[in-house]
Nanobody
Framework: VQLQASGGGSVQAGDSLRLSCAVS????????IGWFRQAPGQEREAVSC????????YYAAAVKGRFTISRDYVADAVILQMNDLKPDDTGTYYC???????????WGQGTQVTVSS
């Protein structure tokens, strides 16, 4: 099983980014897929999660209404659409095969998001 996160970049506040977590080696529906982020000097935090094809989704309070998570069955990827980005959204974004981010989950390599004011 491999996860590959991509789509990060440096943007201005109010801009949008679309992160992709490409899943290979297993069916896209085999796992819940979560997005997490870690800012310098801070602990990793959960951002959003899709539990299954038709199951519930989760959003951290700080991103609710601005971020949308979805599954792309053509690309075998989980997409995190991030709108109205804020400087506090800056960090390295990771995807993993759970909604809680356990050490033994499969993890993507991370993609950097930098939002300037």
């Amino acid at each position: 099983v491999q996860l590959q996160a991509s789509g990060g970049g440096s943007v201005q506040a109010g801009d949008s980014l679309r992160l992709s977590c490409a899943v290979s080696g297993v069916a896209l529906d085999a796992y819940a897929i979560g997005w997490f982020r870690q800012a310098p000097g801070q602990e990793r935090e959960a951002v959003s999660c899709t539990s299954s094809r038709d199951g519930p989704t989760y959003y951290a309070a700080a991103v609710k209404g601005r971020f949308t998570i979805s599954r792309d069955y053509v690309a075998d990827a989980v997409i995190l659409q991030m709108n109205d980005l804020k400087p506090d959204d800056t960090g390295t974004y990771y995807c993993a095969t759970s909604c809680t981010g356990r050490p033994y989950d499969y993890w993507g390599q991370g993609t950097q998001v930098t939002v300037s004011s």
